[in-house]
């Protein structure tokens, strides 16, 4: 169904309402993993917990994406994009006063719960808005406003940590917040509820969140057994939630679109391309900052290397997808970065700044050139009536290889550093550990070539 006529007032106040809020959630990750070293002195936590301060938003926001997707469909997406933007902002004011690093932890948890809900109905309303030949260049303006998030984080970021202090950073997000809901509530009328009057699966969201958190507090508590237990059984039940949805009449993730093979592997693709580079940040933050001795704010601009090479070159690549065949530039998207990783396993407490600045360099452009044409892939694999659940799934496989990436990192760290804050004395464990996890990012990088290349065979 074609979306009403929209006057101009209200398809631009939509855009910047998007926008705005698309800039929230990438640009807080982003400064928020400069702001470890400062928060960890301050708090004076092992390096254990303090990874978790940047997954705890993470893993809320995957556990809680699909289920409020569904949602937004069923009782309006306007509704639950502002408790949104309403759970985010205070989440965001609790978490700048936070006390101890266990209550930030909780409170970067609500606030990945209003960040899911920001982030699977801002698209939406974009596409509702605006008729298709205006479309394309709407989701594009939404989507380079992440880029510039993950650009500015890292600068930003470390400007206002050095001189303003990490908690500094949340309190920002407050009228930005206010100025979003504001906007919403004055231009903003409709609801677009396509689905009202359909049954929510809430046995299936419990499901996927229980699953999910199994399966992250196992590799965060490995190689205890009680981890190794987790992480089977959180893997089990996942396969266990995938017959479930099967089954039922108004799933909360249709599995059946999985049958096409160039929509299945390409999602593949995005959650090993995802579960390889996400945690490139926050590890080249704590060797910046520890072993290189580097203020945040210097660390920041070396960062920053990365998300601008991503912004550069994603545009370019999605245009490049219309001509040619997408998967194959996502594998060579997927090849530079499987480069970029290799470099990183190999810096030491010697190596040049101008080398980081390389590795990042080249993991930006393989991640621009995977991401647009990894997407043009998979939503040019289904049909139109399942544009909405494709682009969903795009979301979920972002979500999830951005927790399992950290959740790599937390495992390795957690075997090889221990539950300790990191001091000189642990210098050398924290490089060691960074060693491991490039490598294993390296290998799963390599093997994500292959995923993005598979096609669907057309049929006679």
């Known amino acids: 169904m074609e979306p009403k006529r929209t006057d101009n007032s209200i398809k631009i106040a939509a855009l910047l309402v998007a926008t705005l809020a698309n800039f929230l959630t990438p640009f807080m990750s982003s400064a928020v993993n ?19 301060v940047p997954t705890s938003f993470l893993l809320a926001a995957a556990m809680f994406a699909v289920p409020f997707g569904r949602i937004s469909d069923i009782y309006g997406m306007k509704k639950i994009f502002n408790y949104g933007i309403i759970i985010f902002t205070i989440a965001s004011f609790l978490s700048a006063v936070a006390p101890s690093a266990e209550s930030l932890i909780i409170f970067r948890i609500i606030q990945g719960i209003g960040g899911a809900m920001i982030f699977v109905t801002g698209l939406a309303i974009i596409t509702s808005v605006y008729p298709p030949q205006e479309r394309g260049k709407a989701i594009g303006i939404n989507i380079a406003t992440v880029y510039i998030a993950l650009s500015l984080g890292p600068v930003l970021g470390g400007i206002m940590t050095q001189y303003l202090g990490w908690r500094s950073l949340f309190f920002a997000m407050i009228p930005l917040g206010i100025l979003i809901l504001a906007l919403t509530y004055w231009k903003l009328n409709d609801e677009w509820a396509e689905c009202k009057g359909e049954k929510f699966d809430i046995k299936g969201s419990i499901f996927y969140s229980v699953v999910l958190v199994m399966v992250m507090y196992g590799f965060s508590t490995l190689p205890s057994i009680s981890g190794i237990i987790l992480v089977i059984a959180g893997i089990i039940g996942f396969i266990g939630f995938l017959m479930f949805e099967l089954r039922i009449e108004s799933p909360v993730l249709n599995v059946k679109l999985f049958k096409n093979k160039s929509f299945a592997f390409s999602n593949l693709a995005a959650l090993i391309n995802y579960s390889a ?43 490049l997808s219309d001509k040619f065949v997408p998967q194959k530039l996502a594998a060579f998207g997927m090849a530079l970065s499987t480069v970029g990783l290799l470099l990183f396993a190999f810096i030491n407490e010697t190596t040049s700044i101008a080398f980081i600045t390389v590795g990042l360099v080249v993991i930006g452009i393989g ?10 892939a998979i939503m040019g694999s289904v049909e139109r009536r399942f544009f909405g659940v494709a682009s969903a799934m795009v979301s979920t496989m972002r979500l999830l290889g951005q927790t399992f990436s950290m959740g790599l990192a937390l495992m390795v760290f957690a075997i090889f550093i221990g539950n300790v804050q990191i001091t000189t004395l642990q210098y050398p464990a924290l490089l060691n550990s960074i060693h491991i996890v490039f490598i294993i990012s390296t290998i799963l990088c390599f093997v994500g070539i292959f995923a993005a290349l598979v096609q669907q065979k057309p049929k006679n």
């Open 34 to 52: 400069i702001a470890l070293p400062a928060i960890g002195n301050e708090f004076a936590t092992s390096a254990i917990l303090l990874s978790w």
């Open 277 to 319: 580079t996400f945690a490139v940040t926050f590890l080249l933050s704590l060797y910046l900052q520890y072993i290189k001795a580097l203020d945040p704010l210097s660390a920041g601009i070396i960062l920053v290397a990365q998300p601008v090479m991503m912004a550069i070159f994603a545009p370019i690549a999605g245009k």
């Open 367 to 376: 991640f621009g050139f995977f991401s647009s044409p990894n997407t043009n």
